[in-house]
Every structure is written in C-alpha cells, then in structure tokens.
C-alpha cells in the first residue's frame, strides 16, 4: 500500500471511530428520552450512510500489500469495519417510529416502542461503547507509530511521493480535506491529539516540502557531485593506515627497505595519523592534504568524506550538536560552476540545506518569500542569483543561534584546480576559506587539499597537514601485488619494490606502469618486462610522452582524437559513450556518414564495430582513458592536462590539423541518438548536441534542432 493510500486508511478508520460514538449518544439519547424521540435521530440514516461508505473503504484495502509499519492500522480498520455493522444493525432496532395509534399519529406523538428498545438494548449499547473506546486506544497506538525513527521516515516518503506527482498531490488534498471535515480532535489524549493533528496537516506538509525541493533544485546545477563520482574508490586495503596501525602488515621480506628507511616510513604514517585524527576529534579549523600531481589526493578525499570513521571522529568534537559533512571537488576541466568560488558556495549551500531545509526561511527570506507563494501545480521558474547565495552561506556559517545546536566539517578537494581569473585567485580562495572558519567560533571544520603550490603551502603552514606522496609506498607495493598475480612469484614481488620506488610518490604513475605491464605480459618474456620497466621514466609527464611514442601512428591519432573529444564534450555538459566511439571509424572515412540517407541500413549491417570497441580503446590509449558504465572517461583527471603540455600538445596539434572536434562529436552522438530504443535518452542526448551547437555558432549539417523520436 503507497503511503498515500495508508494515510486515507488512517482518515477512513478516525471517521469511523467519530461516527461510532455519534451512533452511541444517538442510542443513549433515545433510551433517555421520556418520548423517544431526539434530534440526533432524524439523522440516523445520513450517519448510517456515513459509516457505510467508511465501511466500504475500509474493505477496499489489499491486506497483502500492507507493509509492517501500517500492519497495526489494517487491524483497527478490520475491528472498526465489524463494529460499524453491528452499530448500524442497533441504530435500526432501536429509532423511533410512528405511532400505529391513529390519534397519537393524528397529533405528531411518537411511539414509545424505541425508547423501549433503546432500555432493553442498555447492555448492547454499553458494550459496543467499550468497544468503540478500545478501538480509539488502538488508533491512538497506531497514530504513535508516527513518532517513531520509522514514522519520520515514512512522512518522508509521503513528501517524497508528492514531490513531482500532480495527482497524488490532488488525492491527498482531497483525503485530507475529508478528514479535517469530519474529525473532531477531542477524545484524544495529549500525544494521539498530536500525531493526529499531524496527519490531519500533511497536505500543508506535503505543500512546504514541495516548496523547499522547488527552492533547492534552484540551487542544484549541471555537473553538481560528478567530479566527486567519477574519483575512483581505493584499491583494497589503500588508505586505511590513516585509521589503523598496519606495521604489523606491511611485507618486506626481499629487503627491498632498508630497516631504517622502513620504519620511517611506518613512522611518517603514524604521525599523519595521530595529527589527522587528532584535528577531526579536536577544535582544530583546517586540515591540509598536500601531494604530488597524481599522487592520490582526490581518492583520498572520497575516502575520508565517506568513511564511516571520519564521521564517528568528528562527532568526538561536534558532541551533542549535529553534525553535518558537505563536500566540494574542484576540476579545472569542467563546467565554470565546477572550478569557481560560485561553484563551491552553491554546493555547500545547497547540502546544508538539503539536510537542514528548516532554515531555508531564515537563510535565504527573499528567495522563500517568491517560493512560498507558490501554489501545488505552479511551474515558475525562480532565479536565484550568486549574490543571493553568497549572503545565505554567510548567513548560515556566521549564524551564532545555528551554531548552538550543529557543527559543520567540509571536505574540499583540488584547490590548485580554481580556476584563478582577474576577479578572484588562489589567495582569494584561501582568504574565504580561513574567514569562514574565523566566522564560526570553532563550529566549522575545513579539510582541504591541493598540490604543493606556494599559494596553500605559504598560508597553511601553520595548520596540521599531512603529504600524501610521502605516505603511500604500502599501498603501492599492495596494489602492484594484487594487479600482477598472474606473473611468477619472483617477478611480481620484484616489480612490488621496484615501481613504488619508482613512482616516487606518484600512484597515477604506477597505476598507468602496471597497466602496461599487464597489457604485455602475454608477449614477452621475464627479462623483456624487466628491461621496459627500466625503460620507463619516472614522473607523469616522461611516462605520458613514452606512452603516446609507443603507440603506432593510428593509435596515437585515435588517442588524440578522444583526448580532443573528451575535452569538447565535457565543455559543454556532454559525454562520449562507447556506442558513439564505435562510429569514429565511420566518421573518419565519411565525415558526413551520419546524415546518410542509408546510415541505419549500414549501421545495422556493422555490429562487429561495437562489440570491438572496448578492444579498440584498450590498444589505443595506452590506459590513459578508460571504459567507466558505458561512458568513456580519463583515467586521471591530470590527462587532459598532461596534453597541454609543451612536449605533447605540438604533436597533438599536428596529427589533429584536419580534424574538427565540434563536428566529429556531432556526428557520433547524432549516430548514437538514431540507433537508440531509449527515445527519452536520444531526447536527452539531442538536446544537449543541439545546445553545443548553438553556442559554437554551427551553420552546417546536422541542422535538427528537434528529435521526433522517428526512425
């Protein structure tokens, strides 16, 4: 049964409990009556109609729908449904008739045979007055149920049901509106009154929380948490020397390490430890993570904001108050909102109030005053502007009541990739950062990382801090060990040594190193590994040159093209999927192969193109992007800018001299959106293709700015 449902059960079960007491002083008032006669009477069959309705709803109910939650309510409903029958047969036998006496007819006297009835029906009437009364305490017991960890939940999923369902809005207006027309709250002790006082409002709920979801997806924008999706999880085992002592599990059994150099190694981990754990349980600001280019910054901040341990820690130091942890990841290859101040101040504003929407009237008043107005089925469009957001996040970081009863901890990943313009740079971040901190008194909590630039470095010396690139030679030597089983025991634990130590640091490095030598070890031999592993250089720019030199001249053309198309689509709010890559062929061969008349006919005739797609970009890219739930993606967020580089871009310009990324991307997706069953995703896909190409001013084929959906 959907929540909606359950609370017209609720409405039905209160009504019929209102209507049995009425039957039962109608009964008592006929058996007091010295005549028979009552006012309550000449509406005993609009009452007895009454309850038959109720009754009828009552039956509707499919039991074997009913959740556990609402088990006990379907049980009052089952006790109240007999009741009413039994009420209904007494009120029959016992209203009053006409007199059968012609003159006490002829002068309006009624017979005296129901007060009769009513004198000898006293016991029956009594009875079901008890019933009725056990009935009420049930419903109360059920109606509590509401104020349970459960019930709060379950509202929630009353609220969720309404958000976007215009009719299910209308059917709880309606049942609500019965109900608050029937029920009178009287005979309810304090705590029932209460939750039934809240039930009887939930449409008003169901309306303000409507409005606060209107308000927040204001506030949501393109891109919104996906950098933060798309950082890979840690390898097993990775990281979690932040939280527990692993010297007992670190090998070293080919003396790879000194003793010396091990231990320092051990003891470097055990100091960022204490420091980090120490700051998160303390009433320490800042916390500043330091690292290397590809050194495991970004996973590593995934992993701390959602580790279970971070959050009990924290609330070491936020004690009774509540805490709440937001999270922002910079990247300095997407979206303008996901690399600028107007960025960060949205998001963060936006997940606190998302779970503390109570404050959305007092932090942003203007904003809810335009929201408020709105009505069940209103479509306005609100604007919020940056300035608006700017003065709400102040507000709520600044704001001492708020402060009496929550405590903040922000994680936020990548300062280095702010975007710094004329108007605000990196000493600008950094300044907003320490006044937001200076602002709460001790109630915000900033974890905060970037690469070892003298912007951070200069301003957070003084705060705890830890370097990842120092730290991370265990969970190298682990995850070479994991990812190279399949070599022979000797070989692997060489290679578990020899790249950590080569990585300097770097897990990208090693990541991309272990890669290739997967890719390899079918082909060569022992000694062939080991001598291209000398090979390579350390450092991700020599290894990216490496790779792409490697690479036969086809391949590194394909690579440059995605790297090309990467970067247009994510400019511009797209994705590359691998059913779009797997018509780069055809676009090479064709540039205009997808507005073809034949183009599904040699589509259909060329199945082989797809399912050799991920075998294509595995040969061709060198790991540098990889396949991630269909979407090709960087395996780095560091690759798009390792092609800007001096020693690469060069020969990336070159290769690419006749290849237009704008419109290569528009014949992939424009042959991916014909060769979809999904029309609402080929709408999706369409229309964003069709914004890409609006805003680069394309005046060529494909000119559609509408998808029928027709193919």
Avoid at 248 to 275: C, F, I, P, Y
Avoid at 322 to 332: P, S, V
């Amino acid at each position: 049964m959907d929540p909606i449902t359950a609370v017209g059960l609720a409405a039905s079960v209160i009504a019929i409990v209102q209507a049995g007491f009425k039957v039962i002083k109608t009964a008592k008032e006929i058996r007091d009556s010295s005549t028979g006669s009552t006012k309550e009477n000449e509406n005993r069959r609009t009452i007895g109609q009454g309850m038959n309705a109720i009754a009828y709803r009552l039956s509707s109910q499919d039991a074997m729908q009913v959740p556990p939650e609402q088990q006990s309510l379907i049980n009052v409903a089952g006790k109240c449904q007999g009741i009413s029958k039994r009420l209904l047969d007494l009120l029959d036998q016992i209203s009053v008739t006409e007199s059968g006496i012609p003159i006490f007819r002829k002068w309006g006297i009624p017979s005296l045979r129901g007060t009769a009835k009513a004198i000898l029906k006293q016991g029956d009437i009594e009875a079901l007055e008890k019933e009725l009364v056990a009935c009420r305490a049930e419903l109360i017991a059920s109606l509590l149920e509401f104020s349970r960890a459960e019930a709060t939940e379950y509202f929630e999923r009353i609220l969720s049901q309404v958000q976007n369902d215009a009719g299910k809005l209308d059917e709880l207006r309606t049942t609500m509106n019965r109900l608050r027309g029937g029920v009178m709250i009287e005979g309810f002790d304090e705590e029932g009154a209460k939750q039934l006082r809240r039930l009887m409002n939930v449409d008003q709920e169901a309306l303000l929380y409507v409005q606060k979801e209107r308000l927040l997806k204001r506030l949501e924008f393109e891109g919104m948490g996906k950098r933060s999706s798309e950082i890979h999880r840690p390898h097993a085992a990775t990281f979690e020397w932040i939280f527990e002592d692993n010297s007992t599990s670190v090998a070293n059994s080919d003396g790879a390490l000194s003793e010396w150099e091990m231990q320092r190694k051990l003891e470097m981990q055990r100091k960022s430890r204490e420091e980090f754990l120490g700051w998160l349980a303390s009433p320490g600001c800042i916390f500043h993570i330091s690292g290397k280019l590809g050194s495991g910054k970004s996973t590593l901040m995934k992993f701390l904001s959602s580790h279970e341990r971070t959050k009990a820690e924290a609330e070491k130091w936020a004690g009774d108050k509540q805490l709440t942890i937001a999270t922002f990841f910079f990247w300095r290859h997407g979206l303008n909102l996901q690399n600028s101040l107007q960025g960060l101040r949205r998001s963060l504003l936006y997940d606190i109030l998302k779970r503390r929407p109570d404050l959305i009237p007092e932090t942003m008043p203007e904003t809810w005053g335009e929201v408020s107005k709105t009505t069940w089925h209103t479509q306005t469009k609100i604007e919020i502007s940056p300035e608006s957001i700017e003065a709400a996040l102040q507000k709520v970081l600044s704001n001492r009541l708020l402060y009496e009863n929550h405590r903040f901890c922000f994680f936020i990943d990548g300062l280095d990739e702010h975007l710094s313009t004329n108007h605000e740079d990196h000493q600008d971040l950094v300044a907003l950062l320490r006044g937001w901190t200076k602002a709460s008194d001790g109630n915000l909590k900033l974890c905060v990382s970037s690469r070892e630039e003298n912007d951070f470095m200069t301003a957070y010396s003084g705060d705890p801090s830890l370097r990842l690139h120092d730290l991370t030679w265990f969970d190298m030597r682990e995850f070479v060990l994991r990812r190279l089983k399949d070599l022979a025991d000797e070989l692997r634990l060489e290679f578990a040594d020899t790249i950590p130590t080569k990585a300097e640091g770097i897990f990208f490095w090693t990541s991309l190193v272990v890669c290739i030598i997967r890719n390899q070890a079918s082909t060569k031999n022992k000694e062939q590994l080991r001598q291209h592993l000398k090979d390579l250089e350390p450092g991700l720019k020599e290894l990216f040159k490496q790779i792409l030199e490697g690479l036969t001249v086809n391949d590194r053309r394909t690579t440059y093209q995605l790297i090309a198309l990467l970067k247009t689509a994510k400019a511009n709010n797209l994705e590359v999927s691998m059913l779009a890559f797997s018509f780069l062929e055809e676009y090479e061969k064709d540039k205009e192969f997808s507005t073809r008349e034949d183009f599904l006919t040699v589509a259909k005739d060329k199945p082989r193109a797809y399912s050799e797609a991920p075998q294509r970009l595995r040969a061709a890219c060198g790991g540098l992007v990889e396949l991630k739930w269909e979407i090709l993606e960087y395996t780095h967020r560091s690759v798009p800018e390792m092609f800007d580089e001096e020693n690469i871009r060069p020969g990336m310009e070159k290769a690419l001299k006749d290849f237009n990324a704008i419109d290569a991307l528009s014949h992939l997706i424009f042959a991916q959106v014909q060769s979809m069953d999904d029309t609402r995703g080929a709408r999706r896909l369409w229309t964003g293709l069709a914004s890409m190409r609006l805003e680069n001013k394309v005046d060529k084929a494909p000119y559609h700015t509408h998808y029928s959906g027709n193919r």
